[in-house]
């Protein structure tokens, strides 16, 4: 019988229906796919977090070359209080965009990092022991530049680049075994 007279005889439509049931992965294609999937959060999570210590930047340097800077030196401000106050303020911003991340991680259970409470605890403490110590070098940077676009930029490129290949070094490492204790 064609489809036209099953049509005519009231009996509906001969339809085809494809199922795909693939076996499950083994224990080493399941950590595989968890090794790729950690790579590139890790490389992905690196974008903002080179960014957002490079925005620091912008501040500091049109600070210093529109003079403002000086101008509150000249006024009786000392510079370890000019320092402290752009420290703690950036040290502020950097923490709730940390937070706001492990929101986000919690929000979405990322089992890279907030699998465990001491995991989460591990990640969120690292994250900000980086903004603790990568603001300073930030600032340091910055008296390179007379442009805020140009050293943000460059502060990202270099950000960016160093932490690109330090996440390659401890892919490398952690595979090689003369490498794997340092690693």
Known sequence: ?????????????PSYKVYNAPLPLTRRQSLDVKL??????????????????????????????????HLQLVSGAHASVYWAATYVWDLLVYAAVVLGCMGVFAAYAEPSFTSTPTQAGAILSVLLMY???????????????????????????FNIVASFAMVLAHQIMSVLPNTQAAD
């Open 1 to 13: 019988a064609t489809a036209a007279s099953a049509a005519e005889e009231g009996a509906p439509p």
């Open 36 to 69: 790729i999937l950690a790579v590139l959060s890790s490389i992905f999570l690196l974008i903002p977090f080179c960014y957002i210590p490079a925005s620091a930047a912008v501040f500091v340097v049109r600070e210093r070359v529109s003079k403002s800077k």
């Open 131 to 157: 903004g603790v110590s990568v603001l300073p070098l930030v600032y340091c940077y910055s008296f390179l530049f007379d442009s805020p676009t140009t050293a943000q930029i460059s502060i990202i490129i």
